[in-house]
């Protein structure tokens, strides 16, 4: 079962960045890093995916370590419709594209 | 992207009676999956339902109980059988459109309560 670590929950002030964490100390190399999100009573919304680089695009930056055991999701400037619950999942494309959702971190954005 | 609706959107059922959901893709896409979030949790991945096979269930899912339909590229059914009240959850569907580097879309979720 390919597990992820992060924290419960998390708190950030309204346009300031959030920075999420998530730990992937057993990562393969062949396994990439997906996030998505989950706002309350929506279906889960893709965010962004990576494997070794840092990758940018118009909701988010993820930051992956050189050993890649760990990554940061990076929301530059938090607004309160950014409050959800944050997924960090690993996949390989041979596992079929389903998504092994673990507790993620419920990120408050606060006024 | 695809864009994706599921009815109901919510119901309420009693104990012993079915319920179909379906999901409706505005694009044609191969690969379709069938989630469950229990109250407070997170999701579960029910079964993998793809155009021109069998759905393949996941550990703990059983066919008879969760019956899935796949009858075109931008259709799906689950059926919810012999509900209980610990059938409660809200069920979504998902797609991989062709196109994307395995970015997955969901839809709005059904919202079941079982009396």
């Known amino acids: 079962d390919a597990k992820t670590t992060q924290p419960t929950s998390m708190d950030c002030a309204e346009g300031r960045a959030a920075n999420l964490p998530c730990n992937h100390s057993t990562i393969s190399g062949n396994e990439y890093v997906y996030w998505y999100r989950q706002i309350h009573s929506q279906g889960p919304q893709y965010i962004i995916h990576?494997?070794?680089n840092n990758e940018t695009n118009e909701m988010a930056s993820l930051i992956i370590t050189e050993d890649r055991k760990s990554s940061t999701l990076i929301l530059p400037h938090a607004t309160l419709r950014d409050t959800a619950v944050y997924y960090c999942?690993?996949?390989?494309?041979?596992?079929?594209?389903?998504?092994?959702f673990g507790k993620g971190t419920s990120l408050l954005v606060t006024p | 992207s695809a864009v994706i609706s599921q009815k109901p959107s919510r119901d309420i059922c009693q104990r012993g009676t079915s319920l179909t959901i379906q999901c409706q893709v505005d694009?044609?896409?191969?690969?379709m999956f069938w989630y469950r979030q229990q109250p407070g949790q997170s999701l579960t991945l029910i079964a993998t339902?793809?155009?021109?096979?069998?759905?393949?269930?996941e550990s703990g899912f059983v066919i008879d109980k969760f019956p899935i339909s796949r009858p075109n590229l931008t259709f799906s059914t689950l059926t919810v059988s012999n509900m209980s009240p610990e059938d409660s959850s809200i069920y979504l569907c998902?797609?991989?459109?062709?196109?994307?580097?395995?970015?997955?879309?969901f839809g709005p979720g059904t919202r079941l309560t079982v009396t």
């Open positions: 339902a793809n155009q021109g096979s069998e759905a393949t269930y």
């Open positions: 694009s044609q896409v191969t690969m």
């Open positions: 990576g494997l070794k």
């Open positions: 999942i690993r996949r390989t494309g041979a596992s079929g594209y389903a998504l092994n």
């Open positions: 998902s797609v991989v459109p062709g196109t994307t580097a395995g970015e997955q879309y």
